[in-house]
Structure formats: structure tokens, C-alpha cells
């Protein structure tokens, strides 16, 4: 299984970011997905965001990005997205995508993660 994390950047606080994971090497449709993060003071663990289940119809989030983050998916295109609103200087950190045991646990090897960095 692989895995292409993009859409990453600088934001000031308040703003909006969808980033992209596109992956390959697997029936991406047939399994659940997730999104994680490894922030600043974290010591490198990474900390659940949001999952979403393999078609599309059931979602899970972290309390802290509840009601401003939305995880989507187009099977068709192989590609997991999270839109981020309202984010806040918290939110920065390197994210990554990864298959999950249902909805918190990753289970594959990790991919290069994609930066996103809010600033006030």
C-alpha cells in the first residue's frame, strides 16, 4: 500500500485548507481510512483527526476538530480529503493518511505527510 499526502501549506488562523491522499496498491474502496497528525510538542506520535468509513457513510472525528474539519472520499479516484475550517495556530502539524482499524487505529506504514502551518 502506498500513499500520496498533498494540499498541504501556510494559512492564517481562521482560514480554510482541504489536503488529499491518494493511494495506491490496494482496493482503496473496499477499506476505511483515516487521517492523522503529528504536532509540535506531540514527541512524534501521531494523534488521530478523522476517519471515514469505506463507502462513504459514516464518519468519526477528534472532539478538537469536530464541526470545522469534514473527511470525504472518492472511491473512484482512489482519494481520501480533509477540508479544514476555522483553523487555529493548534491545528499545526504534519498530516497524514492511512488505512484504520475502525475508527482510530492505523495499520499500515506511514507515507511523507503533507505540512500545514497556521499562523496568527
Known amino acids: 500500500v502506498q500513499v500520496m499526502e498533498s494540499g498541504g501549506g501556510s494559512v492564517q488562523a481562521g482560514g480554510s485548507l482541504t489536503i488529499s491522499c491518494v493511494v495506491s496498491?490496494?482496493?482503496?474502496?473496499?477499506?476505511?481510512y483515516g487521517w492523522f497528525r503529528q504536532t509540535p510538542g506531540s514527541d512524534h506520535e501521531f494523534v488521530f483527526v478523522?476517519?471515514?468509513?469505506?463507502?462513504?457513510?459514516?464518519?468519526v472525528y477528534a472532539d478538537s476538530v469536530k464541526g470545522r474539519f469534514t473527511i470525504s472520499r472518492d472511491n473512484a479516484k482512489d482519494t481520501l480529503y480533509l477540508q479544514m475550517n476555522g483553523l487555529t495556530r493548534e491545528d499545526t502539524g504534519v498530516y497524514y493518511c492511512?488505512?484504520?482499524?475502525?475508527?482510530?487505529?492505523?495499520?499500515?506504514?506511514w507515507g511523507q505527510g503533507t505540512q500545514v502551518t497556521v499562523s496568527s
Open positions: 492511512n488505512r484504520v482499524n475502525w475508527p482510530r487505529s492505523a495499520r499500515d506504514s
Open positions: 496498491g490496494i482496493n482503496f474502496g473496499g477499506w476505511n
Open positions: 478523522a476517519s471515514i468509513l469505506y463507502d462513504g457513510k459514516g464518519s
